[in-house]
């Protein structure tokens, strides 16, 4: 199993490009169900997750293309890939593949509105907590599915084969059942009113593409979404967002190593609140033309309290970086999770690195300690795992950060783009 290793002490300077959102990439490469025709989708990101969606949706029957070469100097190493669904040829989606990935469930979303039916596997539990899919089945049945639990599957269907507009409040926002009933309200019959939806920038980046294949969506980025549903949808041609948890992740890389760097392509007004923390704490941010600068000078981290909220408060996916950041502050900072009951796996392993991190419920107590050490370290999930990196970066000594297999879910060419700012990562083989 690969791991990296991170030499620490070296300040970040340079640039680093911002590769395509994987959250943002997978729910529109799902959304190719919906149509016969092909959608092209730029800006791709090269990940195990975006590999692994591809054979899940292969298995519908979606044939992929990936067209001319990596677009290296301006957008990270993201690709553009064109998708067809001609023909469905199953609506079944088996456990050995839903299970890898949890949001390849959201097929459920197309293939009902599309073919009236879907048989989905049950995603099961995650590291980061148990994550039902109880929203995402109430949406569909808000539109008149019927669903029946059996065997670990979700069989559903349309009752008379077409679903039917409705309104739906959720009953607590979900950004994986706002993309699902996006999806399945597009093709539904008469309007729908999706209230107390999710307002994330990948929701919106969802929305836009459907209305370029001719959906009828109004409202995405706030918490009522109206859709008219059209009878059917054609290709179209739309461009990934940039990724913010990777930018938001360099910039707090930065904060901690101090230096300069301009995170290419980023995107302040995509994560405005975690960049409000980050100035608190003492970066200094600015947006330029080609991206995000980020600079930390000499001074100290200053410690601030932070609790994870849905979109725009501050994104759970940063909280394990940020907490990285806090473990080297001058002061305590409370870190309180609110999405996942589950997600301080990697304090820890912070705690083998030497920082002061204390549990109480669903707040870490974090002491600022004046220098992490190098260790070895294991890693849990996708963002626990680059907490690690970027702290093992900030470190004195050396940091080895086994089951790596995670980081490649979701950040592209990690260890070239932190190398070129002068940091030294390299991965281990075996
Ligand atoms: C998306 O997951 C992201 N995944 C997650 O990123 C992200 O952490 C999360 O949104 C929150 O921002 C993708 O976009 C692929 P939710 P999702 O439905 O859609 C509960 C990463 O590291 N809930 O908004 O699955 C749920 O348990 C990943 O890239 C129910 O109770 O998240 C959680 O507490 C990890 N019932 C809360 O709602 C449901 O049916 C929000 O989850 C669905 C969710």
Redesign the pocket.
């Known amino acids: 199993m690969d791991s990296i290793r991170v030499k620490g002490g070296n300040e970040l300077n340079g640039r680093i490009p911002i590769s395509g959102a994987?959250?943002a990439a997978?729910?529109l490469m799902i959304a190719s169900l919906l149509t016969d025709d092909t959608l092209t989708l730029e800006n791709v990101p090269d990940l195990a997750?975006v590999q692994q969606l591809i054979r899940i949706l292969g298995n519908h029957g979606v044939d992929h293309s990936v067209n001319g070469r990596r677009e290296k100097q301006q957008e990270g190493y993201s690709r553009t890939i064109n998708f067809s669904a001609r023909h469905i040829v199953d609506t079944t989606a088996p456990y050995e593949l839903v299970s890898k990935m949890?949001?390849s469930f959201w097929v459920i979303g197309p293939l009902l509105a599309r073919m009236g039916e879907a048989k989905v596997s049950l995603p099961g539990g995650c590291a980061?907590?148990?994550?039902?899919?109880?929203?995402?089945?109430?949406v569909l049945q808000s539109l008149g599915t019927e669903i029946d639990i059996e065997g670990g599957y979700a069989i559903a269907r349309a009752k008379n084969k077409r679903l039917v507009g409705n309104r739906h409040r959720f009953g607590?926002?979900?950004?994986?059942?706002t993309?699902v009933g996006l999806m399945a309200a597009s093709l539904a019959k008469g309007e729908t009113v999706l209230e107390n939806a999710?307002r994330?920038p990948?929701i919106v980046n969802l929305a836009e593409c459907l209305n370029a294949m001719g959906a009828k969506i109004t409202g995405a980025g706030t918490s009522t979404i109206t859709i008219e549903g059209v009878d059917s949808l054609s290709g179209a041609r739309h461009r990934v967002i940039p990724d913010r948890?990777e930018t938001g992740t360099y910039a707090m890389a930065v904060a901690m190593t101090g230096g300069d760097v301009v995170l290419e392509g980023g995107r302040i007004d995509l994560l405005q609140r975690a960049i409000d923390i980050l100035t608190e704490t003492g970066a200094e941010i600015s947006q330029q033309d080609d991206g995000i600068r980020v600079k930390r000078n000499g001074n100290g981290v200053r410690a601030i309290d932070v609790t994870t909220e849905?979109?725009p408060g501050f994104?759970?996916?940063l909280q394990a970086q940020f907490m990285g950041l806090m473990t080297m502050a001058s002061g305590q900072s409370r870190i309180t999770e609110t999405?996942?009951?589950n997600r301080f796996m990697h304090v820890q392993e912070l705690a083998r690195l030497g920082a002061h991190i204390s549990l109480s419920g669903q707040t870490a107590i974090v002491d600022g300690v004046s220098r992490l050490k190098g260790a070895p370290v294991m890693a849990t999930?996708?963002?626990a795992s680059v907490s690690l990196v970027i702290a093992g970066l900030a470190a004195e000594g050396e940091t080895t950060v086994s089951r790596i297999y995670h980081l490649d879910r979701?950040f592209e060419r990690l260890e070239d783009k932190l190398s070129n700012c002068g940091a030294v990562v390299e991965r281990l083989s075996g």
């Open positions: 994987k959250n997978l729910p997750d949890r949001a980061i907590g148990t994550r039902p899919v109880d929203l995402l089945l109430e607590k926002v979900t950004v994986g059942g993309h999710a994330e990948e948890i849905p979109f994104p759970t996916d999405i996942f009951e999930d996708l963002r979701g």
